[in-house]
């Protein structure tokens, strides 16, 4: 009962341990490839704050980036890097479609029609230009992408996400060329987004791209901040196109020579590596918990281990009177204990690595096995019934035979 009882405090110190590791590197994997997708030399530019909360009334984000700032800075950068501009509409827009296909003139008129359907009113509406898909990481799964003129003459037409195409057209159904409603203006789909996955249980396929000028045109309101977002050429060109944007921003904003910018400029690999500290903080934490409960469980495993040296004090007196040395008397209890470590230690894994994906599962991050930690986990369960055990292993050893044989 005293070895089940201190198989499973070391496991649960372990179990705390690996079930944390194993969600956090699960998550980190996801997120990390979902980032990755921004690609190498990705810039993005947004006001320093979003605003708050003042006597119950939200207030407007300070300094705000307009549409007028975002187009000037692109047409200055446009010969250094790829410039996108976009911005929120709503994250809770209902879609529709409009039972019609066809051309915008004839849509009443033509095509096949079908029942009305239409979306809860949770679907994210961005605005975008022609490399905001290329620049976002985004894949066409079918149709096509923006055109400069239909950037240009913010055309009515439309990309829609996965979640939103199941949720309006039969599986039988192409979406392509048909139309969906958004705020009562009508929208013709050109594209179909491949599908992104979902990140902390939000999915990025629930959502609608309109050309920005719509956004500006039907979206927009005094809180409404663009974001721009630039990709150089060359990885290695990253400094100089920040430092020559931070110029060319400043001037736009007319920021006063020594002030600080009134934008943000932050990097998609500085993202990425500030992302990863944040998860490794939550590691070192894990780390810290399974130690401390691991040293709990090695002083109760001591305990245990000196009462066993003086319930078998006959066995150990019989032993040395047979020829076995003191070594092998302390080999025996050594290798007991550090079974019982390794038994805690396994147990703890295994079980730690099931809940770690069961979150990691919630959260909708793949499976993931940290073979890393598993041996980290089992060699500190094994080095704390180590140490624990050494003690009660020398007390065994240096036992008289004869005092020992004469114990009752």
Same mark, same amino acid.
């Given at each position: 009962?005293?070895?089940?009882?201190?198989?499973?405090?070391?496991?649960?110190?372990?179990?705390?341990?690996?079930?944390?590791?194993?969600?956090?590197?699960?998550?980190?994997?996801?997120?990390?490839?979902?980032?990755?997708?921004?690609?190498?030399?990705?810039?993005?530019?947004?006001?320093?704050?979003?605003?708050?909360?003042?006597?119950?009334?939200?207030?407007?984000?300070?300094?705000?980036?307009?549409?007028?700032?975002?187009?000037?800075?692109?047409?200055?950068?446009?010969?250094?890097?790829?410039?996108?501009?976009?911005?929120?509409?709503?994250?809770?827009?209902?879609?529709?479609?409009?039972?019609?296909?066809?051309?915008?003139?004839?849509?009443?008129?033509?095509?096949?029609?079908?029942?009305?359907?239409?979306?809860?009113?949770?679907?994210?509406?961005?605005?975008?230009?022609?490399?905001?898909?290329?620049?976002?990481?985004?894949?066409?799964?079918?149709?096509?992408?923006?055109?400069?003129?239909?950037?240009?003459?913010?055309?009515?037409?439309?990309?829609?996400?996965?979640?939103?195409?199941?949720?309006?057209?039969?599986?039988?159904?192409?979406?392509?060329?048909?139309?969906?409603?958004?705020?009562?203006?009508?929208?013709?789909?050109?594209?179909?987004?491949?599908?992104?996955?979902?990140?902390?249980?939000?999915?990025?396929?629930?959502?609608?791209?309109?050309?920005?000028?719509?956004?500006?045109?039907?979206?927009?309101?005094?809180?409404?901040?663009?974001?721009?977002? %630039?990709?150089? *050429?060359?990885?290695? +060109? @990253?400094?100089? !196109? =920040?430092?020559?944007?931070?110029? &060319?921003?400043?001037? #736009?904003?007319?920021?006063?020579?020594?002030?600080?910018?009134?934008?943000?400029?932050?990097?998609?690999?500085?993202?990425?590596?500030?992302?990863?500290?944040?998860?490794?903080?939550?590691?070192?934490?894990?780390?810290?918990?399974?130690?401390?409960?691991?040293?709990?469980?090695?002083?109760?495993?001591?305990?245990?281990?000196?009462?066993?040296?003086?319930?078998?004090?006959?066995?150990?007196?019989?032993?040395?009177?047979?020829?076995?040395?003191?070594?092998?008397?302390?080999?025996?209890?050594?290798?007991?204990?550090?079974?019982?470590?390794?038994?805690?230690?396994? %147990?703890?894994? *295994?079980?730690?690595? +099931? @809940?770690?994906? !069961? =979150?990691?599962?919630?959260?909708? &991050?793949?499976?993931? #096995?940290?073979?890393?930690?598993?041996?980290?986990?089992?060699?500190?369960?094994?080095?704390?019934?180590?140490?624990?055990?050494?003690?009660?292993?020398?007390?065994?050893?240096?036992?008289?035979?004869?005092?020992?044989?004469?114990?009752?």
């Amino acid at each position: 009962m005293r070895t089940v009882l201190t198989v499973s405090i070391i496991g649960i110190g372990i179990t705390a341990l690996m079930s944390m590791v194993t969600a956090t590197e699960a998550l980190r994997s996801s997120l990390l490839e979902q980032f990755a997708g921004l690609g190498a030399g990705t810039i993005s530019i947004t006001e320093p704050s979003t605003g708050g909360m003042r006597r119950g009334v939200r207030t407007t984000p300070a300094n705000r980036i307009t549409f007028r700032e975002a187009l000037a800075l692109q047409r200055e950068l446009s010969s250094a890097a790829v410039v996108s501009i976009s911005a929120r509409g709503t994250m809770m827009g209902r879609i529709s479609t409009t039972g019609t296909t066809g051309s915008a003139s004839s849509a009443s008129n033509t095509g096949a029609s079908q029942g009305k359907k239409e979306t809860d009113p949770n679907v994210l509406v961005v605005g975008g230009d022609a490399q905001f898909l290329p620049i976002a990481g985004y894949d066409l799964g079918d149709g096509r992408n923006f055109t400069p003129d239909e950037i240009r003459h913010s055309a009515p037409v439309a990309l829609l996400g996965l979640d939103v195409v199941d949720a309006l057209f039969e599986p039988s159904t192409r979406p392509i060329d048909r139309w969906i409603s958004v705020r009562n203006r009508r929208y013709r789909v050109i594209g179909v987004i491949a599908s992104q996955g979902t990140t902390f249980g939000m999915s990025a396929d629930n959502q609608v791209v309109l050309p920005i000028g719509e956004i500006r045109a039907r979206f927009s309101g005094p809180r409404t901040s663009y974001q721009i977002q %630039l990709k150089s *050429a060359e990885p290695a +060109g @990253i400094p100089a !196109l =920040i430092e020559r944007t931070q110029g &060319a921003f400043r001037a #736009i904003r007319r920021d006063r020579p020594g002030a600080p910018s009134s934008f943000r400029i932050q990097q998609s690999d500085a993202l990425i590596a500030q992302f990863d500290d944040s998860l490794s903080a939550v590691t070192i934490a894990a780390l810290v918990l399974g130690i401390i409960t691991l040293l709990g469980s090695g002083i109760g495993l001591t305990n245990i281990m000196l009462v066993t040296v003086t319930e078998r004090t006959r066995e150990i007196g019989l032993r040395k009177a047979l020829g076995a040395s003191a070594r092998t008397i302390q080999a025996q209890f050594l290798v007991e204990v550090v079974l019982i470590g390794l038994l805690g230690g396994a %147990l703890g894994t *295994a079980t730690g690595i +099931g @809940i770690g994906n !069961l =979150i990691a599962h919630a959260l909708s &991050a793949p499976f993931h #096995i940290p073979w890393g930690w598993v041996a980290i986990a089992l060699t500190l369960s094994g080095t704390a019934a180590l140490l624990s055990g050494y003690y009660p292993a020398r007390q065994a050893a240096a036992l008289d035979p004869i005092d020992a044989l004469r114990h009752s």
